[in-house]
T-cell receptor, first 115, second 112 residues
Framework: KAGVTQTPRYLIKTRGQQVTLSCSPI?????VSWYQQTPGQGLQFLFE???????NKGNFPGRFSGRQFSNSRSEMNVSTLELGDSALYLC??????????????FGDGTRLSIL | AQSVTQLDSQVPVFEEAPVELRCNYS??????LFWYVQYPNQGLQLLLK??????LVKGINGFEAEFNKSQTSFHLRKPSVHISDTAEYFC??????????FGTGTSLTVIP
């Protein structure tokens, strides 16, 4: 069974631009969560989508948004990029939503660098 | 909100020596507990999980962890480490019906 696939793996943008990251979950998984990982901060939860609906949201500004499609694939968008948005963005999928005991399965991430 | 504390940001240990990576969490409500490992330029892989039952859980690569409800801890142990265990380790807590909360990670370096 294929794992969680994130594209692209690496991305370089400049301040003020916007970016879209993509995540394809494991087949059959309906929940997709997004995290921002930076040195010293660990993983910061961005949001979770389940069956095309956002179910949970972390403490990030409105510049960070996402959506989920009917095939469970998810995209994350960041507008008006800032230097502080440089990070590894991780996507994780699970069979059921975050309220369950199911573990999350992670992709290899998209490393976003802002110049 | 839940908080997860990994007490050691860096742990150096000699090859074949035992290691313990510590994890404490804030909430006393019912929780699910996980340890993940991250190798360079990769995502997180599940090492082990505690959902219920026996407080000692065994995972992959010879790792085990013990759930201590009274101390709200979930420490990770391995009796003899290998060079290949060098990685970042994350403790995660999920209060039932809620989202995942991750610690800031412990960087384990195995010294030959």
């Amino acid at each position: 069974k294929a794992g969680v696939t994130q594209t692209p793996r690496y991305l370089i943008k400049t301040r003020g631009q916007q970016v879209t990251l993509s995540c394809s979950p494991i087949s059959g998984h309906r929940s997709v969560s997004w995290y921002q990982q930076t040195p010293g901060q660990g993983l910061q939860f961005l949001f979770e989508y389940f069956s095309e609906t956002q179910r949970n949201k972390g403490n990030f500004p409105g510049r960070f948004s996402g959506r989920q499609f009917s095939n469970s694939r998810s995209e994350m968008n960041v507008s008006t990029l800032e230097l502080g948005d440089s990070a590894l963005y991780l996507c994780a999928s699970s069979l059921l939503g975050q309220g369950s005991d199911q573990p999350q399965h992670f992709g290899d991430g998209t490393r976003l660098s802002i110049l | 909100a839940q908080s997860v504390t990994q007490l050691d940001s860096q742990v150096p240990v000699f090859e074949e020596a035992p290691v313990e990576l510590r994890c404490n969490y804030s909430s006393s409500v019912s929780v699910y507990l996980f340890w993940y490992v991250q190798y360079p330029n990769q995502g997180l892989q599940l090492l082990l999980k505690y959902l219920s039952g026996s407080t000692l859980v065994k995972g992959i690569n010879g790792f085990e962890a013990e759930f201590n409800k009274s101390q709200t801890s979930f420490h990770l142990r391995k009796p003899s480490v290998h060079i290949s265990d060098t990685a970042e380790y994350f403790c995660a807590v999920r209060p039932t019906g809620n989202q995942f909360y991750f610690g800031t990670g412990t960087s384990l370096t195995v010294i030959p």
